[in-house]
């Protein structure tokens, strides 16, 4: 079923509009109250982020009614510009080019190509065994052995996070889960309301009550307070979302727990890339929230341990 036709998924579309419009309200009435340049700054970069969810949920929802065909597309083009993001930080040399060309127009697209003939096998493998081997081999045919190890290693890790590891999103509606057929966009919708969720209210609860730093030299504004609150917000609003998806209330639960959970460390682990390189945000293409790589750091690494949850227990 698709969006517009569904009724729960009509239901859940519904109330996160409500959430936008109420966000919205708030966001600027709370602009108009503020006095002291500090504040206000806090206050539009709220309203920036909130503007720029209105253009995400817009293309989110668009994406949908599209199918499996438009979700793996959108979801391509995604990877491309987080791998291009990612690329960016990192020290390439001339002799690393044509590998590159390979992880863009060749591994990437792939890598979505086979969800699109559901050739789920190869899907799994074609990165972490296939692509892991070429990329060494393909540096090495170029002659360049200075930091070979380390130009290796770091376009796999870019390849296996931005391509592999967000694919699995979209893989959510390849699979075949019993009494449960031609659902599966809700439960693509529960993945991604539970993990950008999370973020949402880790950062609120973090501004709200946040003293105690967790990692203060990688991620100065995840505190303790922010990140239990956050996650168990989450994890609540998941469980509430239980009526759809295959799952019981306290299987809701457990799997929104663990998608919070692996947001938390995609977006810790991507940060500390970003310190190590000197930098606040991987782009600049999301107004409030950075680049596409900064908004999708947590889905990163909630997607395939989520995916292959579901895929053991309920197919």
Known sequence: MKPITDPQLQIVYLGILAVLLLATVIAVGLRNRMASDSALAVVN?????????????????????????????????????ALREYLTLIATQ??????????????????????????????SILIPVYAFLFIPTRLALAGDTKSFTERAAEIQWGLMICTYCLSYTPALLILPIAGYEGQNAKLLLFLVVVDQSSDVLQYVWGK????????????????????????????????????????????????????????????????????????????ALIGGHGGILDRVDSLCFAAPVFFHFVRYYFT
């Open 94 to 123: 001339r002799a690393d080019h044509r590998t590159l060309f390979w992880s863009f127009f060749i591994i990437t697209p792939l890598q979505y190509y086979l969800l699109w003939i559901d050739w789920y096998g190869m899907f």
């Open 208 to 283: 709200l009550t946040g003293r105690r730093k967790i990692a203060p030299t990688i991620s100065p504004n995840k505190t303790w307070e922010g990140f239990l609150g956050g996650v168990a917000c989450a994890t609540l609003l998941g469980t509430g979302l239980w009526w759809i998806t295959p799952f019981t209330p306290w299987q809701a639960a457990l799997l929104s727990l663990t998608i919070a959970l692996m947001g938390f460390a995609g977006g810790l682990t991507m940060s500390a890339i970003k310190r190590d390189r000197g930098v606040k945000d991987y782009g």
């Open 45 to 81: 970069n709220l309203v920036a982020r909130i503007r720029s969810w209105w253009v995400m949920c817009a293309i989110f929802f668009l994406v949908q009614l599209l199918g499996l065909r438009g979700s793996l597309i959108l979801f391509t083009l995604l990877s491309f510009l």
